[in-house]
């Protein structure tokens, strides 16, 4: 096995794994994923394994190291920060809650009875 096809072999099953976060699969299907004998897929597995890209699981699949809980975006802060008031003759005011104060008064237009 020459070594420009053992790195064409490493960089495609690399390139799925990123591809794909949380991919789980067992030598079987990344053969047949990658169209690759299975000596070779083994060494190649075997070898991002070293390289501490993939680990193997207690089931035997194989799985991105890395792979984990992903980061998540805080959860935004929901409570509404300004109120709109709106009076029956159209006249409205925005007050801002952070700042306890009013922070924008008028009519609406289209709003008159």
């Known amino acids: 096995m020459s070594t420009s096809l053992n790195q064409e072999v490493l960089e495609r099953i690399r390139a799925e794994y990123l591809e794909m976060p949380g991919l789980r699969l067992t030598v079987e299907q990344v053969q047949r994923l990658c169209g690759i004998e299975r000596a070779m897929c083994r ?15 207690s089931n035997g699949v194989y ?3 890395t792979d984990g809980d992903i980061p998540r975006p805080a ?6 920060k300004t109120v709109i008031h709106m009076s029956p003759m159209g006249n409205a005011h925005v007050t801002d809650r952070t700042r ?7 009519s609406v237009p289209g709003s008159r009875r």
């Open 43 to 57: 060494v190649a597995l075997e070898t991002l394994v070293e390289a501490k890209f993939l680990c193997t699981k």
């Open 63 to 65: 799985a991105r190291l």
């Open 75 to 80: 959860k935004a802060d929901l409570e509404r």
């Open 100 to 106: 306890g104060r009013r922070c924008w008064s008028g």
